[in-house]
């Protein structure tokens, strides 16, 4: 359903940041996780509205450009493996390589989508109750637009001195179990006979496919 892909765009879009090299850095050294999560988001909504895009002239070019931004900020690998469940301690280093790159391309242009949908949103950084811990923390952010307010929370880790984001919820929706329950179903139905490459193939071939949501033209997303 369309839901979801707004909800994941709203998660992308306010992960992405400015082109200075200085913003970058400190966003991913910075003293705290919600320090990170606020330089990695200063630019977002200038982005926005500016359209400093060009997706529609030359879309591998920009999606290029849009991986390179999240590269560094989202661990794709961790966040693959926690997809697979235990389905990745059956794959292969080739296989999971082949589907954390199909993952990693599917959030990419979900977020290149969302950069023609966003305009005028403020987003601020809202308090999270629980304990502290020293290399992980929830960071929870809310972003108003178009007369909502949406929740979102980022789980964050700090490995080498550098956070990076392994999940989000958005409006109290787990992606990362989310994502995990289809991919499980998937390997458990009948249409694939738990063949783990073919389940892979099938997520593939959905990258880009925005209409295309769970249980609307694929067993797969």
Excluded: C
């Excluded at 969302?114 to 005028?120: D, P, Q, R």
């Excluded at 601020?124 to 972003?143: D, F, S, T």
Aim: charged share 25%; aromatic share 10%; no cysteine.
């Amino acid at each position: 359903m369309r839901t979801r892909r707004v909800l994941t765009s709203i998660f992308l879009a306010t992960l992405a940041f400015g082109s200075q090299a200085n913003v970058l850095t400190e966003s991913l050294q910075a003293g705290s996780a919600e320090e990170a999560v606020v330089v990695a988001t200063k630019d977002v909504l200038d982005l926005i509205s500016s359209k400093r895009v060009a997706g529609d002239e030359n879309p591998v070019r920009f999606y290029a450009e849009v991986k390179e931004l999240l590269d560094p900020i989202i661990d794709f690998d961790r966040f693959a493996r926690s997809v697979m469940g235990v389905w990745y301690k059956k794959a292969s280093p080739e296989q999971f390589e082949t589907f954390s790159e199909s993952f990693k391309w599917s959030l990419v242009k979900t977020y290149a989508s969302a950069l023609t949908e966003f305009h005028g949103g403020q987003v601020r950084v809202v308090p999270v109750r629980g304990k502290r811990e020293l290399n992980k923390a929830l960071v929870a952010m809310e972003i108003d637009w178009r007369g909502k307010t949406y929740s979102i929370v980022y789980d964050m880790r700090k490995k080498s001195e550098t956070w990076q984001l392994v999940n989000v919820s958005v409006e109290g929706i787990n992606l990362g179990l989310n994502y995990k329950s289809q991919f499980d179903s998937a390997m458990k139905g009948p249409k694939y006979g738990r063949d783990l490459d073919r389940v892979i193939a099938a997520w593939t071939n959905q990258i880009g496919n925005n209409d295309s949501e769970s249980g609307e033209g694929s067993d797969a997303r």
